[in-house]
């Protein structure tokens, strides 16, 4: 009897050791200010090596951006960043992405309900930021919600998606989406595309999401298209057909489970959760008219995709917005983290290993009810945990509320690696490189699959740099990436526990 009391404490101590925990940082600007935020994102734009936050905020009839600077320490400070936190706009999403591939993260702040529409902004670095007067040559006025960098031509320059929700979302003119090609020119200008589906229908355009999901060489477009008025109808999909015509042009996928099941999408992730090789899909559903539908997950068999039930993964109803996916735990799969609206708690699922997740209900960043719509993951303290922000939103009135910065402080021990993908003949901020890694994990081999940029989250960005996490292993076996130009790297033997850079064609530092 002895033996078996004290082999049960053993298991829960473990238990309780090895338990997700995340620590609410109550320090700091974040931690004490106040803001209406619809977007929030991790981005190291002063080029330091940490990660510092972003916010784009929101009131009516007008509210302030907020930016912040990691001055370590869990501490982050509020920074004047001249116009971008200072011009009075309604802003919803925004987007980071180093379009002039000059070593430094520029910002796409989406703006509603203004004349002024939507802004880019070029870092010159110094916390220094110079709007950029030559992106929209068409002169539209770009009222948006969301927008996305991607290169889909694969030029190696950024190029722009701006996604519009029609039905007064974001006030009028009414139009359809937006789609600026890169010129790469020293004036940083774009060309309006006018000439693909993307950008021919009006529809309530929520969030867009890239990711080569059939892994054919070129990525493709997911928006989540929710009408959140209570009904449900199919989102809008959109193959690259580069590949396929050698020039890129877009086609909506009309058939499959994906283009024809109705919801209220929101947010699209693209993710190996089973290790398998190829991509599975998740979308949150918002039904705020409604109290909240339950999310969908879909299951990729290798030449389709199958609508399936994952226990509370899809059987929990909110009012939902964000999903992040990360190995929140660093035991070699990937946890998934889903923001609510409506005063609702949070939800955070974990991945057993088996196809099943199983849901964590205690601590502070799935117990507090807010209405959630900014979350963003991200090693903000470079300890190879994965931490997350989550802000909150007052709504379409003036208002402020707290927003939550979360320290992951799980106590395992497992190992880790963070890189970081420079493009050279890509794009310089890697966004769409595929990173495989190969390790021995509890005695099997197994290899995990990332893709640049492709996690998406609700009106934002999460950390630009590819985590994994290695349980046990003390070396990684194969590192593979995969960049956008075609160019295939290979790096072999490698140590755990480290944050490394890779340079397109050269060295993993």
């Known amino acids: 009897m002895m033996k078996y009391l004290f082999t049960a404490l053993l298991s829960c101590l ?10 609410l940082i109550e320090e700091g600007d974040i931690a004490t200010d106040s803001t209406n935020t619809n977007g ?10 940490d990660l510092d936050v972003f916010m ?63 802004l880019l902004y070029r870092n010159l670095g110094d916390g220094r930021f110079q709007r950029n007067e030559n992106y929209n040559t068409g002169r539209y006025n770009v ?28 006030g009028l003119p009414s139009t359809s989406n937006f789609l600026f090609k890169n010129n790469g020119d020293s004036f940083g200008s774009f060309t309006s595309v006018l000439t693909t589906p993307i950008t021919r229908r009006t529809a309530p355009f929520t969030n867009p999401t890239w990711s080569d999901f059939d892994q054919d060489g070129d990525v493709d477009l997911f928006i989540g298209s929710g009408p959140a008025d209570g009904q449900k109808l199919p989102d809008y999909h959109y193959k690259n057909l580069l590949k396929e015509t050698g020039k890129a042009n877009f086609q909506r996928m009309t058939t499959g489970i994906i283009a024809t099941d109705s919801l209220d999408g929101q947010t699209w992730n693209w993710i190996d959760h089973d290790l398998d090789g190829d991509l599975d899909a998740y979308v949150t559903n918002w039904g705020g008219a409604s109290g909240g ?30 999903n992040v996916w990360a ?57 190879g945990r994965i931490d997350l922000l989550v802000t909150n939103k007052t709504g379409y009135v003036r208002g402020k509320d707290v927003n939550y910065l979360y320290r992951n402080d799980t106590d395992n021990g497992f190992n880790w690696i963070l890189i970081k993908c420079v493009g050279k003949a890509s794009n310089k901020s890697g966004i769409g490189t595929k990173v495989k890694l190969t390790a021995t994990i509890d005695g099997a ?7 640049v940029g492709a996690n998406a989250t609700f009106l ?34 490698i140590a755990p526990n480290r944050i490394l850079t890779a340079l397109e064609g050269e060295s993993l530092k």
């Open 445 to 451: 081999t197994v290899t995990q699959y990332r893709e």
């Open 293 to 322: 539908f339950a999310n969908h997950f879909y299951q990729n068999t290798g030449d389709t995709l199958l609508k399936t039930e994952m226990g509370n993964l899809t059987g929990d109803v909110g009012i939902s917005l964000a």
């Open 143 to 170: 009222l948006g919600f969301a927008a996305a960098w991607s290169d889909f031509d694969n030029d190696g320059f950024l190029d722009l998606t701006v996604v519009h929700a029609d039905g007064g979302f974001v």
């Open 56 to 118: 784009s905020n929101a009131d009516v009839p007008f509210g302030f951006n907020t930016l912040y600077r990691n001055d370590g320490n869990d501490r982050f400070a509020k920074v004047d960043a001249g116009e971008v936190t200072h011009l009075q706009t309604s802003s919803f999403g925004h987007a980071w992405g180093d379009y002039d591939n000059d070593g430094l993260e520029d910002l796409f702040i989406v703006n509603a309900f203004t004349n002024i529409g939507s």
């Open 460 to 493: 934002g960005n999460n950390d630009r740099r590819v985590h994994f996490g290695l349980k046990n292993t003390d070396q990684i076996t194969k590192i593979e990436l995969i960049w956008p130009s075609g160019q295939m790297d290979e790096y072999e033997n």
């Open 327 to 383: 190995d929140f735990d660093n035991d070699g799969d990937l946890d998934v983290y889903v923001g609510n609206g409506g005063n609702q708690v949070n939800r955070y699922y974990e991945n057993q290993g088996d196809g099943s997740f199983k849901s964590k209900t205690t601590g502070h960043f799935v117990e507090a009810k807010k209405n959630t719509w900014g979350v963003s993951a991200g090693d903000y303290n470079n300890d």
């Open 40 to 49: 929030a994102s991790f981005i190291d734009y002063d080029n330091d090596g």
């Open 14 to 23: 473990l238990t309780a050791m090895n338990a997700q925990n995340f620590t």
